[in-house]
């Protein structure tokens, strides 16, 4: 499985870059500037762990970095299955924001196994401490770098300039200190390690997974019909807003029992361009004959 690998602070050379056509979900390809390496990394004054390194060069030339210990595969599949992962990280955005998947649907919990290992409570205060603290120290650092030289003579803004280097050295000191007790303290530790009463629980996961099952299932629904629609309307984005506005539209259901057929009479979107791409839409969804499940009648789609 590849990773990220954070934290990268050398550059590699632009000519070690080349053009590669990277395979991605879906079977469609997309060009990639790519590099590759062997190299090692280590944590902790471990043993170094022998790895590929992948790197992506950006049109602004920003350099984003993949590891993988699987070095028999090819590196623009390395970088395809990070592409997969970007999607995937893109999906779950869009499902946290339009379609609530990470909403609460159950207020039972119950107990984690004891071996589960999370973050250290004590070193994540102790991370969240050095974060303000590197936060106010570029505050103060910009100002700093911003103020001119004071004037020799001009006793007032030399007192301002002592008493703001003063202040970014004892911020350092203070972020020094957190530092090594961070260091000290493990980063993980099982979860039975943390006193009971303040052990995390999870919520029970059975009607989670059924809504979230539904939710996704609504999501391919959506998907399709955004695919539909981009033969009329050419930006995506639009297409999948429109998608969603279709969905919370008003709509009247006439069925025919006579001729098995139902009627969905849709009403019209708030301009006449999305009103042409949706009577599109609509047309050719009535074309592909859906019918009931039930009833067995067949769907007519109008807008009206």
Not at 55 to 81: E, V
Not at 98 to 107: A, P, R
Request: aromatic share 6%; with cysteine.
């Amino acid at each position: 499985m590849p990773s990220y690998r954070k934290n990268v602070t050398d550059v590699w050379p632009e000519t070690e870059f080349m053009e590669t056509h990277v395979p991605c979900p879906g079977g469609s390809t997309l060009p990639m500037r790519l590099a590759v390496r062997e190299t090692q990394i280590s944590a902790n004054k471990a043993a170094p762990l022998p790895v590929l390194e992948v790197r992506r060069l950006t049109q602004s030339g920003h350099q984003t970095a993949i590891i993988t210990t699987a070095r028999a595969l090819a590196s623009p599949t390395i970088a395809g299955r990070m592409f997969s992962r970007w999607c995937q990280e893109n999906y779950f955005g869009y499902m946290m924001q339009h379609y609530d998947i990470d909403g609460l649907v159950e207020y039972g919990s119950e107990n984690i196994l004891g071996t589960t290992r999370i973050i250290n409570p004590v070193w994540r205060d102790l991370d969240k401490q050095i974060a303000r603290l590197n936060t106010r120290l570029r505050s103060h650092q910009a100002k700093l770098g911003a103020a001119a030289p004071p004037d020799p003579d001009d006793g007032q803004k030399i007192a301002q300039r002592a008493t703001l280097l003063e202040t970014i050295q004892s911020l350092q000191t203070q972020r020094d200190a957190l530092k090594i007790q961070r260091r000290a303290t493990p980063r993980k530790i099982a979860i039975e390690e943390v006193p009971e009463a303040e052990r995390p629980s999870q919520l029970l996961p059975l009607a989670k997974t059924l809504t979230d099952t539904v939710k996704m299932i609504a999501y391919r629904a959506e998907t399709a019909l955004v695919g539909l629609l981009r033969k009329h309307l050419s930006n995506e984005a639009e297409a999948r807003a429109l998608v969603r506005e279709l969905f919370v539209s008003s709509a009247d259901l006439e069925p025919d029992d006579g001729v098995g057929t139902l009627t969905i009479r849709i009403h019209r979107m708030a301009s006449p361009v999305h009103d042409r791409a949706i009577a599109l839409l609509l047309a050719d969804l009535t074309a592909a004959n859906f019918r009931h499940p039930e009833t067995g009648h067949r769907f007519i789609y109008q807008l009206v």
